[in-house]
């Protein structure tokens, strides 16, 4: 069962565009993380949050957590070519130690 | 060296070949992890340990077998692999399983290929 649901699986934009990728469920999550990986790399951790309502801002990128803990968005401000790869978001379902991964979102900035 | 090392990157196996796939942190971590990503689909948790100690094993069939020696050093031994096996592999580390809000810290994954 996914219990993440990331959308849009697959985005291209121009340089320079604005973007928002989208981590939902109809779970609680206690906690919430999101990655990036780049081809022929693992993941790399971006942000953590943990409260409702949550907002943390990381140069271009702005993530936030829903005010009930059950969905997240990444927003990034003038995208560039660097911002390239797969978003992944995990969340840690409430009263358990199991860290679900949403299937990703590709994001491709052409220059 | 720091971070998180998986040897080999690269794997091409028959279906009837033993192989092993080796992951070592550097990093002073009690957790380690087993997980497989495959084309559209979500990482794929396989094992935990904690401390040495297996603490997750999420159904995964026998002909993957975990080992783990000590808490820097994590393998994942292949025998009688299928072509739905073909994955990517990914090797993680963190601090502690049981606070879950510190973060993964992967290896750049071995592409494994069953033929």
């Known amino acids: 069962t996914q219990l993440l649901e990331q959308s849009p699986q697959f985005l291209s934009i121009q340089e320079g565009e604005n973007l928002t990728v989208y981590c939902n469920s109809s779970?609680?999550?206690?906690?919430l993380q999101w990655y990036r990986q780049e081809p022929g790399e693992g993941p790399v951790l971006l942000v953590t949050?943990?409260?409702?309502?949550e907002v943390k801002k990381l140069k271009r990128l702005t993530f936030q957590f829903g005010d009930a803990r059950k969905d997240s968005s990444l927003h990034i401000t003038a995208a560039q070519p660097g911002d390239t790869g797969l978003y992944l978001c995990?969340?840690?379902?409430?009263?358990?130690?199991?860290?679900?991964f949403g299937s990703g979102t590709r994001l491709l900035v052409r220059p | 060296e720091t971070g998180v090392t998986q040897t080999p990157r690269h794997l091409v196996m028959g279906m009837t070949n033993k192989k092993s796939l080796k992951c070592e942190q550097h990093?002073?971590?009690?957790?380690m992890y087993w997980y497989k990503q495959s084309a559209k689909k979500p990482l794929e948790l396989m094992f935990v340990?904690?401390?040495?100690?297996?603490?997750e094993n999420n159904s995964v069939p026998s002909r993957f077998s975990p080992e783990c020696p000590n808490s820097s050093h994590l393998f994942l031994h292949l025998h009688t692999l299928q072509p739905e096996d073909s994955a990517l592999y990914l090797c993680?580390?963190?601090?502690?399983?049981?606070?879950?809000?510190?973060?993964?810290?992967f290896g750049n994954g071995t592409r494994l290929t069953v033929t």
């Open positions: 340990y904690s401390l040495e100690e297996r603490v």
């Open positions: 779970s609680v999550f206690s906690s």
């Open positions: 949050v943990v409260t409702g309502g």
């Open positions: 990093l002073g971590h009690n957790a």
């Open positions: 995990a969340g840690v379902v409430d009263s358990s130690y199991k860290l679900i």
């Open positions: 993680a580390s963190s601090q502690d399983f049981y606070r879950m809000v510190s973060p993964l810290h």
